[in-house]
């Protein structure tokens, strides 16, 4: 039984499917529990999250990067995957900590002031949630005031800035003052992203890192957590 | 079964049905004034015994007679003539149902070039820079072998828009002779593709050999009339107005044996027919007619193809300018014609005047292409590899152009708005605007693999260089080792053994095979 739902997990983690509403990939899925279903159920049963973690999620994301690899998935079945990986985590967070596991992360996530381009910064949203982190998205247009404030409520391991237009790409800047001015720099870190910024921009105004795609940004707060 | 083509669901048209109206008029008056000029004896008894005026004329070297077409034939001609021609294939799934007032459109190749166009990619080092080096591709012309034939009909017989083969190219190795041509064309040509096969014939002596070759390969007399799977091209009237003697007698040969067979005038606007529209379509329309009504009195009935390649002449050459715009405007002008009479329509995209790939030939080719096909004719000719106003055929060139028709056939698909259609995304835009991050990507994904979304186009590179000719050319050696279903062998053996004049080396059963 424990093996059926874990399967199941892997399973629609694979098909991209959030909630029994949705299609996925194969034919005839609607009307079956998707991830989040299944996790809840999986809860209820009292199976170890640990579990549930491992051989369900991570394994089925394993599988679908080695689709992705194989030319099988294109990124449009990713970011459904991690959007089901996403949601499944969000349910199993408060129970992280009776299983002793570490939870990843906490990821803040904003389009900076005068900007509302939000495509990019959603995308990575998702794919950040599907890598296992908390991500709070605190929108677009944001003032870099707004961005402190929360930055100091949430407590956040990382803050993630992003940024389309040549115009508002310098209020990454103003954030990072902010953050500065009010003692909180240290206590995070900062990644930028978006058309107009590089990596050496993100050197110049004093950032982290810098990630050029969705899973450049996963890969770039990865390799900052392990330092 | 039969090939799916394209349908054009709503048809451009240039010209207004009062414009058809005066142009078919206008033709009417031609066939009787100022008539045609026939060099074709058999063609001038026809006529004269069917009661059209047929003097002979007593000044001109050659026998020749001039005749002037009552409307009276005509009309007859055009009712007697077939509204729905099929053209067979040696996989009957490959037919090609053509019906004259039905817009589907057909993608055929062309068109028998003397010239076949190697393609050969050297490297080159950079001057002021000896570490960087680009492959640039060169082209290199030379007379077409029968070797080239069988290649480029096993790449059309993989070239997934392409539904006819026209023999692309003129075969001149120096064991081809006159006599021995067309069983060689149309062996190799059969021989190497399953789709339908249309070709010229150099020799009228030869019409029966390639007609019992035929017949042999369909499964007989009655199943190459069930199942045609070759046709034929006759230009008989030359522009302006003289019925060629002999293409005129081959023409009258093939409709005595009930083959298809497509009625071809290509006058050039500025030299053999008036520069202005009006003219040249005056004129190619009477030509056409006039072949027509001669087929249908040769043989009731028989399918015949209004065949259409008017072009304008090059104003520094007098050579033909396909590439010129007026050439497409001809040519759907006489798809109009041809849907009024709702005779099948064998017309002309796709050639450029340009001598080799690149530039100026995808725009020139894409654009003919574009608006001659939304025109709907049945049989859209010349649509792959041809170059240098219908000179040089290259078959990088077929496989760029079949990049082309993928896109067009996708745009001419039906468009899918109905009230299920919009019930499902309506459902799907109220969950999204629901949703924190508002994307719609999730339901792209179903959608991207049932072929609704357009292809990218498949010889995108990847950085800042233009890699369309190596990827196409690498496409097109693919293509080259891909197998073809060849004629069994026991058929084969047949072949060889009943038609004369068949070079040995195009028995793939056979060492030393080509
Ligand atoms: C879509 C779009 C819009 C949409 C935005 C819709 C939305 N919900 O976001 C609309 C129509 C609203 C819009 C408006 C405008 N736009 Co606009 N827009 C674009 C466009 C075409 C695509 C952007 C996009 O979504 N790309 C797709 C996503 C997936 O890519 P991405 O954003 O780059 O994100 C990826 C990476 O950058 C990275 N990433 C992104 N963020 C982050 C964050 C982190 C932390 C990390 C690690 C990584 C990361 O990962 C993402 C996923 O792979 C771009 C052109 C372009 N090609 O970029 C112009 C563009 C950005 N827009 C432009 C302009 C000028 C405008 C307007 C000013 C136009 C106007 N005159 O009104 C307004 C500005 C409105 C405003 N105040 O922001 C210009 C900007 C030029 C400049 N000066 O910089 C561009 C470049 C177009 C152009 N060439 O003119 N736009």
């Known amino acids: 039984m424990t093996e059926d739902i874990i399967s199941l997990i892997r399973e629609n983690v694979i098909q991209g499917r959030v909630t029994q509403d949705d299609e996925g990939l194969d034919e005839g899925m609607v009307g079956r529990p998707g991830v989040t279903e299944l996790i809840e159920k999986a809860l209820a049963m009292g199976i170890d999250v640990r579990d549930i973690i491992s051989n369900g999620l991570t394994e089925g994301m394993n599988l679908v990067g080695q689709k992705f690899e194989d030319k099988e998935y294109y990124i449009p079945d990713m970011l459904a995957s991690a959007e089901a990986v996403g949601a499944a985590m969000e349910l199993l967070e408060p129970h992280l900590a009776r299983s002793g596991i570490k939870p990843k992360g906490k990821i803040l996530l904003a389009t900076v002031k005068g900007d509302l381009h939000d495509i990019g910064k959603n995308i990575v949203t998702i794919l950040l949630r599907g890598a296992g982190y908390t991500v709070k998205d605190l929108g677009n247009d944001m003032e870099p005031q707004s961005i402190v404030n929360a930055v100091r409520a949430e407590k956040p391991q990382f803050l993630g800035l992003s940024a389309l237009l040549t115009s508002t790409m310098v209020n990454m800047r103003d954030t990072i003052q902010a953050l500065e001015e009010s003692g909180l720099r240290d206590k995070v870190k900062v990644v930028i992203g978006g058309a107009p910024v590089s990596e050496e921009y993100a050197r110049s105004i004093g950032a982290d890192g810098y990630g050029s795609d969705g899973f450049q940004a996963v890969a770039v707060i990865e390799s900052l957590t392990s330092t | ?514």
Not at chain 2, 354 to 369: C, N, V, W
Not at chain 2, 404 to 418: A, E, G, V, Y
């Open chain 2, 1 to 514: 079964m039969s090939r799916e083509g394209i349908l054009v669901s709503n048809p451009y048209e240039r010209i207004t049905d009062e414009q058809v109206q005066q142009i078919h008029q206008a033709s009417l008056q031609i066939l009787v004034d100022p008539g045609l000029i026939c060099f074709s004896k058999k063609a001038a008894e026809i006529f004269h015994s069917h009661g059209a005026e047929v003097a002979a004329i007593s000044s001109s070297d050659s026998p020749s007679w001039h005749i002037k077409i009552p409307e009276k034939l005509v009309m007859q001609a055009l009712d007697n003539a077939p509204k729905t021609v099929k053209l067979g294939a040696r996989n009957p799934d490959n037919a090609l149902i053509m019906k004259g007032d039905e817009p589907r459109v057909y993608f055929i190749s062309g068109s028998e070039t003397n010239i076949w166009l190697d393609v050969d990619f050297p490297t080159y080092v950079k001057k002021s820079d000896s570490s960087v080096e680009i492959q640039v591709p060169e082209f290199h012309p030379r007379r077409a072998t029968v070797a080239d034939l069988c290649q480029s009909a096993r790449v059309c017989e993989h070239l997934e828009t392409l539904d006819g083969y026209i023999r692309t190219v003129n075969i001149q190795d120096e064991d081809i002779t006159e006599d021995n041509k067309d069983v060689n064309k149309f062996f190799a040509s059969l021989n190497n593709t399953t789709k339908h096969f249309m070709s010229g014939l150099t020799k009228l002596e030869q019409l029966d050999n390639v007609v019992r070759m035929a017949e042999l390969i369909a499964g007989g007399k009655e199943a190459l009339q069930e199942n045609p799977i070759i046709s034929f091209i006759t230009c008989l009237v030359k522009s302006p107005l003289q019925f060629v003697e002999d293409t005129t007698d081959t023409f009258i040969e093939v409709c005595q044996r009930g083959l298809p067979t497509a009625v071809s005038s290509s006058p050039q606007a500025g030299t053999t027919a008036p520069i202005k529209e009006a003219g040249i379509m005056a004129q190619i329309n009477a030509e056409v007619l006039a072949g027509i009504t001669l087929g249908q009195l040769v043989n009731k009935g028989t399918p015949l193809l209004y065949g259409s390649v008017p072009v304008r002449a090059r104003m520094d050459t007098l050579g033909d300018s396909y590439g010129s715009v007026e050439t497409s405007q001809y040519n759907i002008d006489c798809v109009q014609m041809a849907r009024f009479y709702k005779i099948p329509n064998y017309s002309t995209s796709g050639v450029c005047d340009t001598k080799i790939p690149g530039q100026q030939a995808s725009i020139e080719r894409l654009f003919s292409d574009i608006v001659v096909t939304l025109s709907g004719p049945q049989y859209l000719h010349c649509a792959y590899g041809l170059l240098d106003c219908n000179a040089v055929f290259c078959l990088l060139q077929a496989v760029l152009d079949d990049a082309h028709f993928q896109m067009l056939k996708f745009f001419l698909k039906t468009p899918r708005i109905n009230q299920q259609e919009l019930a499902e995304t309506m459902k799907q835009i109220k969950e999204v605007v629901a949703t924190p991050q508002k994307l719609y990507i999730r339901y792209i994904r179903q959608v991207m693999r049932s072929g609704e979304i357009s292809a990218p186009y498949p010889f995108e590179g990847d950085g800042e260089s233009d890699s369309v000719f190596a990827l196409a050319y690498q496409r097109m050696n693919e293509l080259l080792a891909r197998p073809v279903e060849h004629i069994a062998p026991d058929t084969t053996a047949k072949i060889f053994q009943e038609i004369p004049g068949l070079l040995p080396r195009l028995n793939v059963y056979k060492e030393g095979k080509s």
